[in-house]
């Protein structure tokens, strides 16, 4: 049985296209909230160590990211985030401080460099950031390498332009916004200039 010195309880079963995640609760005295994430499949414990590895990482960093609780070989304890998901404000066409706090969140991320390369989310569906006491904090990082800023960019930018209600004024609002945001954050921290060429501002 998962984390019996815990003492958890399920409280709800969250979307999740690849593992089970749900939300819990610690039968403590103040019945603490959190999340439990058990991995599937024949890479399993290998996915599990991989994504608290790379938390216990990037909450050394700093960096806005879900504290872990406690873990097993398949399963991860981890601390919740009350909030709302990017994936969600975005579909309300909600064009608030989310936006400029999500791309200091990724300049922040990709300011972490290893050769000629930066550390990059990967999976950076909208679905993996909430919005929580006004910062916006990633989750999900099974993913997570070494490679071109602009890949993760570039998925955020299609997420938002695609994902329902796809193609809007707001949508295309949301990304000029995104990317200028991250061009100012990022050339702050590294004291580069991006090319951002790619991208249509």
Request: proline residues 2%.
């Amino acid at each position: 049985m998962l984390f019996v010195r815990h003492n958890i309880k399920i409280v709800e079963k969250y979307f999740s296209r690849r593992h089970s995640v749900y939300k819990v609760e610690i039968q403590s005295e103040n019945k603490t909230p959190a999340v439990l994430k058990v991995y599937e499949g024949e890479k399993a414990a290998a996915l599990c160590r991989t994504e608290r590895e790379n938390l216990e990482r990037l909450h050394r960093l700093d960096l806005r990211v879900p504290q872990v609780l406690a873990w097993e070989e398949r399963a991860l304890l981890m601390e919740f985030l009350p909030g709302m998901t990017v994936s969600r404000l975005a579909e309300n066409l909600d064009t608030g401080s989310w936006i400029e706090k999500m791309a200091y969140w990724f300049a922040r991320l990709h300011s972490v460099e290893n050769a000629s390369s930066c550390m990059l989310k990967g999976d950076a569906n909208l679905r993996n950031f909430i919005f929580s006491g006004g910062e916006i904090f990633g989750i999900d990082f099974e993913k997570m390498g070494f490679g071109d800023f602009r890949e993760d960019l570039s998925e955020v930018c299609f997420f938002l332009l695609t994902d329902y209600p796809p193609l809007t004024t707001e949508k295309d609002h949301m990304v000029r916004r995104f990317l200028k945001a991250y061009a100012k954050h990022a050339t702050r921290d590294t004291g580069t200039v991006l090319d951002l060429s790619h991208f249509r501002l």
